[in-house]
């Protein structure tokens, strides 16, 4: 029998016996082999799977999957891994999918949901085989990743941020907003009608049926939750909604801080670049490292649930993440999940020289700055987790802008009308000439400090520019005209931490050193099933 468990500790490895010829293949590759069309065509002269096709509304490709796991022990695991079965429930059925426990009992019933031959009444779960001696630590990784405990994970009590409250305008300016640190804020959100209003029997209720983006996938706000409380996944899918105010009351429901108050890109009106989003996820789910988009900076709400935060300044590229040379591109090779699996813990080893970031976990009614620049992640703690984020540009951070928009035009995103450089100064000249003047100026004596590099030279000083190389990079225009400050000297010129908070925080600017060490951060893990 091919799964007689009767004989499981004299059976043989079951991969290299049961992949044959594909055995030559290592995991990743074998998985992506599975997942691409090349099975359309291992079935497509079989009438029968032609037949099957017809009938049940499946593809030749999801046929030949589901025969392929009947061929072997070892073809049976990689063929019913949940990444593979994801991909193709969302390429068939898009949104308009129940989720059922698991991506491939999902692909089932919808597939029997959309039949004209058969329902969902004929619909049967899997139930699993356990297979021995088998190996992969591909197939492993996911399942940890899916079953660490994220408190463990996460290092959810270090905590290296301020928390402010009653601060003023005017201070936080001083204190953050010039500097370009982050902060969060206490006594913000609880003053929003949307704290203690909005969790997820609130949305069913009044916007139940309405659609909402959950990353490529446009679904149900009803079905996405019913997806939330079943979901076992090392990367659930993450609602990230740019349309959440229209027909809607939502937008009646929080203020814009008055720290946040002056956003530049209005002069823009309705044509603005996207800015705003609400941003709900089970645990798990979350955004790898970016930088945010524009340049612009950013702050960040929790409505209820918690989020860890990794936070590091534009200066000091994330050890495990390779911007292109111009910045147009991230590679991250592993997860979110993977990446504080293989490098969080190797960060806060005793006599490491990776950089340190600022991270902390935002609970429900705080409010965290990101200042433009800054490389974050952000990992869900908690299930139904609610956030509302926007993007804007002060007169601190107009600079950084007007360089990104007019060196960088590919790379600028939410905006489709033209050029966004020339839009937006025509309509600062406009509307507000002295701070568009005062910005301008300010790039003039960049330039000229920077020596004779014009726009170029100060692309080159951007995090990834042209010009700059290593994992510390010079950023803003005031740092090309002083010393570049560690994050250490920059916490304890603004008293924002004391010394063995700045001690902890300290950025480890040797950019050989730390290359050399992103690659001792790996697990090595092996399981059977």
């Known amino acids: 029998m091919l ?139 996911a399942w940890r990743c899916t079953s660490v405990p994220l408190d463990d994970l996460c290092g959810v009590h270090v905590d290296n941020i301020d928390r402010r409250s009653g601060l003023s305008k005017a201070d936080f300016i001083r204190e953050y907003g010039v500097p370009n640190l982050p902060v969060i804020l206490t006594d913000v959100v609880p003053q929003w009608p949307a704290y203690g209003k909005w969790n997820t029997e609130y949305f069913v209720s009044r916007y139940g049926d309405r659609t909402f983006r959950a990353e490529a996938v446009d679904i149900a706000f009803g079905d996405y939750v019913h997806y939330m409380a079943k979901a076992k996944e090392e990367s659930p899918l993450y609602l990230f909604d740019k349309r959440f105010a229209e027909d809607s009351d939502l937008a009646d429901d929080y203020v814009v801080p008055p720290y946040f108050d002056e956003d530049l890109f209005k002069v823009l009106g309705d044509a603005r670049p996207d800015y705003r989003w609400l941003i709900i996820g089970p645990a798990r789910s979350g955004s790898t490292f970016h930088v945010d988009p524009n340049s612009t900076s950013a702050w960040n709400a929790v409505i209820t649930g918690a989020k860890k935060w990794i936070m590091f300044p534009p200066e000091c590229i994330p050890p495990g993440v390779f911007p292109s040379l ?6 991250s090779p592993v997860s979110l999940t993977e990446w504080f699996m293989n490098y969080y813990q190797e960060i806060h080893k005793r006599g490491s020289r990776l950089a340190k970031p600022i991270e902390c976990v935002c609970r429900a009614g705080e409010i965290l700055f990101v200042p433009n620049g800054w490389w974050h992640c952000v990992m869900n703690l908690t299930d139904d987790c609610i956030a509302l984020t926007q993007n804007f540009v002060t007169s601190e951070n107009l600079v950084n802008v007007l360089d990104f928009t007019q060196g960088r035009p590919e790379q600028v995103s939410g905006f489709c009308d033209g050029d966004l450089y020339t839009r937006f100064t025509e309509a600062l000249a406009r509307e507000q000439p002295d701070v568009l003047e005062a910005a301008q100026k300010a790039r003039r004596e960049a330039a000229g400090v920077a020596g004779g590099g014009g726009l170029a030279g100060r692309l080159g000083a951007l995090p990834g520019g042209p010009g700059a190389s290593g994992a510390c990079k010079r950023k803003s225009p005031a740092e090309d005209q002083a010393p570049v400050l560690s994050i250490w000297d920059r916490l304890t010129a603004t008293g924002a931490a004391d010394g063995s908070q700045a001690a902890d925080t300290a950025v480890a600017n040797d950019s050989q050193d730390q290359s050399q060490d992103e690659t001792s951060g790996g697990f090595t893990f092996s399981f059977g099933f």
């Open 3 to 141: 799964f007689d468990s009767a004989s499981a500790d004299a059976a043989p490895l079951a991969r290299p016996r049961g992949l044959g010829a594909f055995g030559v293949m290592d995991d990743h590759l074998l998985l992506e082999f599975l997942a691409s069309a090349s099975l359309h065509s291992l079935s497509s002269s079989s009438s029968s799977s032609t037949a099957t096709t017809t009938t049940t509304g499946a593809s030749a490709g999801d046929v030949a999957l589901c025969r392929l796991a009947q061929t072997s022990r070892a073809f049976y695991c990689f063929a019913y891994d949940e990444g593979l079965w994801r991909q193709r429930t969302i390429a068939h059925f898009g949104g308009a999918f129940v989720f059922q426990g698991t991506w491939r009992n999902t692909f089932k019933w919808c597939t029997l949901r959309s039949s004209a031959s058969a329902s969902t009444a004929a619909y049967v779960p899997d139930v699993y085989i356990r297979v021995p001696r088998m190996y992969s630590d591909v197939l492993y990784t």
């Open 326 to 331: 111009d910045g147009s591109e991230v590679t």
